[in-house]
C-alpha cells in the first residue's frame, strides 16, 4: 500500500538521523522518500483537515471502456475521528452513502436504502494497520485520509513538534500543474499482484505540502485483452485546523432508518459488489 510506504520513509528518515532522537545512523533514505516523509509529517502535524474530494475511474478491457466518477466530503481530527460522505455516479445512476468516527463508535449509513449500521471503535481500530485497510475498503483508496489520521499509523512514531519543518528536502523538482508548482512524488505501491503492473504518485503542492491529487493506474494482462485501469482524485477547498463541532463526527439516523448488521460501502453499491 502507498500509504505504508511512505511511514517507512519516515521511520528511515529517523534512522538515518534526519531527525531529533533518531537511533544509530543506518540507511539513507531517497529523495523520494524524504519527500514523502515530508507530506507524512505535515498532514499528522495537523490537528482537523475538511476537503471536498472529486475523482474518476477509468477501466479500458480490450477496446472497451467504462467511467464513473465520484465526490466525497471528507472531514477529519486526530487522532480517530472522521465523517466522509461520498457520492458515486456510474451508468447514469447515482449510489449515496457514509460512515462517520467519534473515536468511540463508527456509523456507516446507505442514504438509498435509509439503512446504518453501528459498531465498537474496538471492532478494527486495534492498530493501525487494521485502520488503514478499513478506510481503503470502506471510504475508496484515498491516501490522505490515512495520511492524517494517527489511528492509521503515524501516533507511535515519537516524532517530535514541528517535524516537518526539521526534514528538509533540497533541490526536489517542481511541475508546473494546474497553475500551481507541484512536487511528483512515485509511490511503491508494494508487490505486484499476479502480472498486474502499478504506478502511483502523489502530486504535491510546492507551497504547503498538501496533497492536491493522487494517481493510481495498473494494468494486467487478461484474457479478454489488457485491462488498464485508471483511478485520480482531485483535492480542492481545503481547510487545515478548523474548529469542528463534536456533533461533525457523531450520526443521527433520519426518521424511519433501519439499522442493520452491515452496510455496504457507497462504491462496492455502485459497482454492484
Same mark, same amino acid.
Given at each position: 500500500?502507498?500509504?505504508? *510506504?511512505?511511514?517507512?520513509?519516515?521511520?528511515?528518515?529517523?534512522?538515518?538521523? *534526519?531527525?531529533?532522537?533518531?537511533?544509530?545512523?543506518?540507511?539513507?533514505?531517497?529523495?523520494?522518500?524524504?519527500?514523502?516523509? #515530508?507530506?507524512?509529517?505535515?498532514?499528522?502535524?495537523?490537528?482537523?483537515?475538511?476537503?471536498?474530494?472529486?475523482?474518476?475511474?477509468?477501466?479500458?478491457?480490450?477496446?472497451?471502456?467504462?467511467?464513473?466518477? &465520484? /465526490?466525497? #466530503?471528507?472531514?477529519?481530527?486526530?487522532? !480517530?475521528? &472522521?465523517?466522509?460522505?461520498?457520492?458515486? +455516479?456510474?451508468? %447514469?445512476?447515482?449510489?449515496?452513502?457514509?460512515?462517520? =468516527?467519534?473515536?468511540? =463508535?463508527?456509523?456507516?449509513?446507505?442514504? %438509498?436504502?435509509?439503512?446504518?449500521?453501528?459498531?465498537?471503535? =474496538? @471492532?478494527?481500530?486495534?492498530?493501525?494497520?487494521?485502520? =488503514?485497510?478499513?478506510? &481503503?475498503?470502506?471510504?475508496?483508496?484515498?491516501?490522505?485520509? /490515512?495520511?492524517?489520521?494517527?489511528?492509521?499509523?503515524?501516533? !507511535?512514531?515519537?516524532?517530535?513538534?514541528?517535524? %516537518?519543518?526539521?526534514?528538509?528536502? +533540497?533541490?526536489?523538482?517542481?511541475?508546473?500543474? %494546474?497553475?500551481?508548482?507541484?512536487?511528483?512524488?512515485?509511490?511503491?505501491?508494494?508487490?505486484?499482484?499476479?502480472?498486474?503492473?502499478?504506478?502511483?504518485?502523489?502530486?504535491?503542492?510546492? !507551497?504547503?505540502?498538501?496533497?492536491?491529487?493522487?494517481?493510481?493506474?495498473?494494468?494486467?494482462?487478461?484474457?479478454?485483452?489488457?485491462?488498464?485501469? !485508471?483511478?485520480?482524485?482531485?483535492?480542492?477547498?481545503?481547510?487545515?485546523?478548523?474548529?469542528?463541532?463534536?456533533? *461533525?463526527?457523531?450520526?443521527?439516523?433520519?426518521?424511519?432508518?433501519?439499522?442493520?448488521?452491515?452496510?455496504?460501502? @457507497?462504491?462496492?453499491?455502485? &459497482?454492484?459488489?
Amino acid at each position: 500500500m502507498g500509504y505504508r *510506504t511512505c511511514i517507512l520513509a519516515v521511520a528511515l528518515a529517523l534512522t538515518a538521523g *534526519t531527525l531529533p532522537s533518531a537511533g544509530t545512523a543506518g540507511q539513507s533514505p531517497s529523495r523520494e522518500q524524504m519527500m514523502c516523509a #515530508s507530506v507524512v509529517l505535515k498532514y499528522q502535524g495537523m490537528k482537523t483537515l475538511a476537503q471536498t474530494v472529486t475523482g474518476a475511474l477509468l477501466v479500458d478491457v480490450g477496446c472497451d471502456s467504462t467511467k464513473a466518477s &465520484f /465526490t466525497s #466530503s471528507v472531514q477529519l481530527a486526530q487522532p !480517530n475521528r &472522521f465523517r466522509i460522505e461520498t457520492t458515486v +455516479k456510474f451508468l %447514469d445512476k447515482e449510489t449515496k452513502g457514509g460512515l462517520a =468516527s467519534d473515536g468511540k =463508535s463508527v456509523w456507516m449509513w446507505d442514504a %438509498d436504502k435509509n439503512q446504518y449500521s453501528q459498531q465498537p471503535w =474496538s @471492532a478494527f481500530g486495534e492498530n493501525a494497520d487494521k485502520v =488503514s485497510d478499513w478506510l &481503503f475498503d470502506h471510504a475508496g483508496p484515498d491516501v490522505v485520509n /490515512t495520511l492524517f489520521l494517527q489511528a492509521a499509523g503515524g501516533q !507511535n512514531l515519537g516524532l517530535p513538534r514541528g517535524a %516537518d519543518k526539521l526534514l528538509e528536502v +533540497k533541490d526536489y523538482p517542481t511541475t508546473e500543474i %494546474d497553475g500551481r508548482p507541484m512536487y511528483v512524488v512515485p509511490i511503491q505501491m508494494g508487490k505486484a499482484r499476479g502480472k498486474a503492473k502499478e504506478k502511483a504518485a502523489l502530486y504535491v503542492d510546492a !507551497n504547503d505540502l498538501l496533497v492536491r491529487r493522487w494517481r493510481v493506474v495498473t494494468a494486467k494482462q487478461e484474457q479478454e485483452g489488457l485491462t488498464r485501469v !485508471n483511478m485520480v482524485f482531485f483535492y480542492s477547498q481545503i481547510k487545515t485546523n478548523a474548529e469542528l463541532p463534536v456533533e *461533525t463526527f457523531t450520526f443521527t439516523p433520519p426518521a424511519g432508518a433501519k439499522k442493520v448488521a452491515r452496510v455496504q460501502p @457507497a462504491v462496492d453499491r455502485a &459497482f454492484g459488489e
